[in-house]
């Protein structure tokens, strides 16, 4: 099944489609010069394949080409794919005490 990954601004959203069903969605806020990543969901059907990994990289490459925006993980499973990714960190906004 063909798979679509898109960034829906208005929604505030990225969405991860397979054959046009929605599978898997990363929702986000703005903050200044940050983004949070606040909820990542995939639908049970679709969970277990690896596609809300997929989104969390779609979704971190297009902060990084299109912005200057910092992210901040504020889900749980965006933190363990920055663990995941080291080589990715630079990304991250500075945490402040």
Request: hydrophobic share 35%; proline share 6%; net charge positive.
């Amino acid at each position: 099944m063909k798979k679509e990954l898109t960034h829906e601004p208005d929604a505030r959203r990225y969405v991860l489609r397979v054959g046009g069903e929605i599978a898997s969605v990363l929702d986000y806020r703005v903050l200044g010069d940050s983004v949070a990543f606040t909820r990542a969901f995939t639908n049970p059907p679709y969970r277990g394949g690896g596609l809300a990994g997929e989104l969390v990289a779609y979704a971190v490459d297009d902060v990084e080409t299109t912005t200057r925006q910092r992210i901040v993980p504020s889900c749980w499973y965006v933190g363990e794919w920055f663990d995941r990714h080291p080589d990715r960190a630079r990304l991250l906004a500075p945490r402040t005490a």
